[in-house]
């Protein structure tokens, strides 16, 4: 199969060969022509799949071939993405597959200015990509209008739920003209987004290129147990040892990304950190240079997790492991994509082991955990497996008072949980998504 089987325009298959692409992947081959048909979109698609290509590559030729002139202050087509890093990334790969069409791409999102996004849109753009704050902003300032909209997607829709934008996407769906075509994309589907998708998408084809919140099985995945202390000593030995060039590590919070950063950069290492409270062109800096090799270490939250394409990232560390289990999926999407290998580490203490327990029911495996000679954790981390369960090892009998001798502990080797009874599951993945349409705005 090729794009020119898929009927895509000329102009399209130009740019696509100047990029390289030769082959549609499966999301593409599949959602190409529904697109091109007109129909409502659902599609679970792992990250790294090329699903931007999926859904931008039609909705260009849409835009080019039919409708009417795009109006002043007006976008025929909007992108909706979680995070501003996530819709900079949409809207560059969106105007290099629009290259050599007439058409106008923008991006707007919030943590900048307001007016240069108010001035640019005067004159009407064809297709915008957005994050939901800034578009409810800029709409409720005239800014922008949606009476044109022919076509709405949703990226990363999962993510934007977790993120606490029910209540901005429920806005936003009240904006909307209700002829459109809708498509909603996302790496997992939780029982909310299938709501979401019920109110939001009218008699949807669903696609499913992957199974359901599985792991890319090009990427390496382990867990390194440490006690909680010790993990930053842990981190710079692993470095050492690996000699890691280039690695995306995860922290939970921001305090934790800064305290990294420096404790690595006392070191003299190559590090820098993007989390929520840094500007956003900070964060777009740091994250270039990472990108170009020009930073060896990137320490990020969760904003940082879903939907960057960093060419050949060879290596995700997980610091921390993520509170919400989806985000390990999307976090160790970072690297193996397109079809590369990579690894994902995972450096997990005691009070971690609901996170790791809930992670391997989601995806359905029991993560390799391999003991790091002279790190092994005072306090043991419960074995766990893909079942939900966490173990709790039988009590051992009383030894009389007199005969002493020491306990055993497994060093140096790797030791896998597999081998522990399936059970039924008892830990549900550690949160809830909120319900779209309720609630205030979470803080993260
Ligand atoms: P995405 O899942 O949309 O973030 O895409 C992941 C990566 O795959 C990006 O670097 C794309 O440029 C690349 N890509 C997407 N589609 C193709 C294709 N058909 N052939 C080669 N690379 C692709």
């Not at 890691?244 to 995860?250: A, G, P, R, T, Y």
Request: proline content about 7%.
């Amino acid at each position: 199969m090729t794009f020119a089987t898929l009927g895509l325009i000329e102009p399209l298959l130009r740019a696509l060969e100047t990029l390289g692409y030769q082959t549609p992947t499966p999301v593409q081959a599949q959602a190409i022509p529904a697109v091109l048909a007109g129909r409502d979109l659902m599609a679970a698609a792992q990250t790294g799949t090329g699903k931007t290509a999926g859904f931008a590559l039609p909705l260009l030729q849409l835009l080019t071939l039919e409708g009417p002139k795009v109006a002043a202050n007006s976008a025929r087509a909007l992108i909706l993405c979680p995070t501003r890093e996530l819709a900079e990334q949409v809207h560059a790969s969106v105007a290099e597959y629009a290259q050599h069409l007439p058409l106008t791409t923008y991006a707007v999102y919030g943590g900048v200015s307001i007016n240069p996004q108010m001035m640019k849109l005067r004159k009407g753009v064809d297709i915008l990509v957005a994050t939901p704050g800034r578009l409810i902003d800029l709409f409720r300032q005239n800014a922008l209008k949606l009476n044109q909209l022919q076509t709405l997607v949703l990226d990363e829709a999962d993510r934007m739920l977790d993120l606490g934008f029910s209540e901005e996407l429920a806005n936003i769906y009240r904006m909307l003209p209700k002829k459109r075509q809708t498509l909603l994309f996302s790496a997992t589907f939780s029982d909310d987004i299938r709501l979401l998708a019920g109110q939001m998408l009218n008699d949807p084809l669903s696609i499913e290129v992957s199974p359901r919140n599985v792991a890319a099985n090009t990427v390496k995945q382990w867990v390194v147990p440490v006690d909680k202390k010790r993990k930053p000593e842990l981190f710079v030995h692993l470095m050492r040892k690996g000699r890691w060039k280039q690695v995306l590590v995860f922290a939970k919070t921001r305090n934790g990304v800064d305290a990294l950063v420096d404790k690595l950069q006392g070191l003299g290492v190559n590090a820098d950190g993007i989390h929520g409270d840094k500007p956003q062109a900070t964060r777009q800096r740091a994250l270039d240079r990472f990108k170009a090799s020009e930073v060896q270490i990137l320490v990020a939250t969760d904003v940082a997790a879903r939907g960057l394409d960093i060419e050949d990232l060879p290596l995700v560390v997980n610091f921390d492991l993520p509170i919400v289990a989806e985000d390990y999926i999307h976090r160790i999407g970072r690297t193996g994509r397109a079809g590369n290998t990579g690894e994902a580490i995972s450096l997990v203490c005691a009070d971690e082991v609901n996170m790791l327990s809930a992670i391997e029911m989601l995806t359905r495996q029991t993560l390799t955990r391999k003991m790091e000679p002279d790190f092994e954790p005072e306090h043991r981390v419960p074995d766990t497996d893909a079942s939900g369960q966490v173990v709790k090892k039988p009590k051992k009998p009383k030894k009389p008072k007199a005969s002493g001798g020491g306990s055993k502990r497994n060093l140096g080797k790797w030791v896998d949980s597999g081998d522990v009874a399936p059970a039924e599951p008892s830990i549900k993945p550690v949160r809830k998504v909120p319900v779209f349409n309720t609630g205030p705005r979470k803080k993260k």
